[in-house]
């Protein structure tokens, strides 16, 4: 029985997977070393010895080969983090169930270059007890662990750093490991503003992988085990719960990516969540930008008339992704705090549509291209008008292919849907591919200028961030292409 769990758990996570060929991408690439507890031995946190080759390969903490990764059917050291942002100063709470109960330990990381480590180490907790969590609550299909005991309550200091940050957590025999990620925010100018897509992270959280219970916007199990579909998926999730599998979320790499790559060439960051956006909790006059780095898919209305009063006032608008702002969504309370559930009916029974373009006001609106499909296998981004300052001493030329850079999911514009009010428009990319079915499909990359003067850059595929600072997938011409629209941007160009 638990072989078959662990196959529908696995299951489960290549049915996300699909959707993004980058998924998670590495973690941080951490070259120290960190002590667990009492044993003396050293294991990088990132790396699990039993797939470890070469020169990542490290003594293993004890005689089981670990800390290996956590999964959700034996659930041997799951948390989450309440709430995801906070701000120096404020404290926030880790949640976490240890099973068999044991003492385990918090190692707290900020992500960014680090002279190429990709995080550095701030903190740690005492060693804390770890007791078996009650099961999630569950109601049509939504899971929630908002009732769980506390485990930990981090200060945060007021000098810290603000950023994107991972706890790491450890079981003390040194068996086992998860992650919870959390955003160290504030609301102080800066260059550029990094918005979290947290929403779009939760909306594909299957949380518990378990073959039973655990349900996102795409999938939920039936009474068997197996695997449906979105038409069967539940309609509201929580964010009182821990991500599934290695307790990241599914598309936190393009994030990664673009922290790693910026924070090395000392670009002026701020840090949000989504959440913070459509809470209000944003001021968008305090920054020259507003970055979008990975997949953020599910956007809700007070979450877009923030972002297009910020282009009307001037503020530019950075997407580095595709398919951005494709589902619109609410968000309600929980018993644990606001905005702590996050709807989207999608196409399940009769009532209005929940796509943006379908319910009359199409993402094009505000990018000035949008969805139009998956990319089943990478193909070349073409570049194009490649006498444009945007491609200015990048080596990249009319008609070069960058290969692999057209991946995942794409975006286009769509000659019948009206483009934004705008002085100045340019498409930068024009790559032909094929779809699943074999029919020729085409992704675009698009700039304009609006009338405020504010850039709005949408790179048109999944492939853009990794491009950054991904190994194996580093591009220079993507890289230069970058800088030269951000350097322009932070000077009001």
């Not at 059917?73 to 995801?84: E, M, N």
């Amino acid at each position: 029985m638990a072989t078959d769990q662990i196959r529908r758990w696995e299951s489960g996570a290549l049915a996300h997977a699909v959707t993004d060929p980058f998924g998670q991408g590495p973690l941080p690439w951490l070259r120290g070393s960190e002590n667990y507890f009492d044993s003396g031995r050293i294991i990088p946190w990132y790396v699990d010895p039993a797939v470890a080759q070469g020169d990542l390969a490290v003594p293993a903490p004890s005689k089981h080969n670990g800390p290996r990764t956590a999964d959700d059917v034996h659930r041997q050291i799951k948390g989450f983090a309440g709430p995801g942002a906070v701000a120096p100063g404020e404290a926030i709470d880790f949640r976490v169930s240890v099973d068999p109960p044991q003492p385990f330990n918090i190692d707290i990381y900020r992500i960014g270059h680090y002279a190429g480590a990709g995080a550095s180490k701030i903190t740690n907790s005492p060693r804390l007890a770890g007791i078996v969590q009650p099961p999630p609550l569950t109601a049509d299909r939504t899971a929630s662990c908002h009732h769980w005991w506390l485990s930990w309550r981090l200060q945060v200091p007021t000098f810290w750093q603000l950023g994107a940050y991972v706890a790491v957590l450890t079981t003390a025999d040194g068996r086992y490991r998860s992650h919870i990620p959390f955003t160290v925010r504030d609301n102080q100018p800066a260059d550029l503003l990094l918005l979290l897509p947290d929403i779009t992270w939760q909306a594909y959280n299957l949380y518990p992988e378990d073959g039973r219970t655990g349900a996102s916007l795409y999938h939920a199990w039936d009474e068997e085990g197996a695997l449906l579909g979105e038409g069967d998926a539940a309609t509201t999730v929580s964010f009182d719960r821990p991500y599934a599998g290695a307790g990241l979320p599914l598309h936190v790499g393009h994030a990664y990516d673009f922290i790693r790559w910026a924070e090395r060439y000392g670009y002026d960051l701020a840090y949000a969540d989504a959440r913070d956006l459509h809470a209000g909790r944003v001021d968008p006059s305090r920054y020259r930008g507003l970055v979008f780095p990975g997949h953020d898919e599910y956007w809700s209305v007070p979450m877009r008339r923030t972002v297009e009063r910020a282009r009307d006032t001037g503020t530019s608008l950075v997407f580095l992704s595709a398919n951005t702002m494709y589902w619109q969504v609410e968000l309600s309370p929980s018993p644990s705090g606001p905005e702590a559930l996050l709807h989207c009916r999608k196409r399940q029974g009769p009532g209005r549509p929940a796509l943006w373009r379908e319910l009359g006001d199409p993402e094009q609106r505000l990018m000035g291209i949008q969805y139009a499909g998956r990319v089943p296998e990478p193909a070349p981004l073409v570049v194009r008008n490649g006498e444009h300052w945007l491609w200015d001493a990048t080596g990249a030329h009319e008609g070069d292919e960058l290969p692999g850079l057209v991946a995942g999911e794409a975006d286009r514009y769509f000659p019948r849907t009206s483009l934004p009010e705008h002085t100045s428009r340019t498409l930068l990319a024009h790559s032909p591919y094929h779809d699943s079915e074999g029919a020729r499909r085409h992704q675009e990359t698009s700039l304009y200028r609006a009338p405020s003067g504010a850039w709005v850059f949408a790179s048109g595929t999944f492939a853009w961030s990794p491009a950054l600072d991904r190994p194996g997938h580093v591009d220079e011409r993507i890289q230069r292409a970058t800088a030269n629209l951000l350097d322009r941007i932070c000077k009001r160009d």
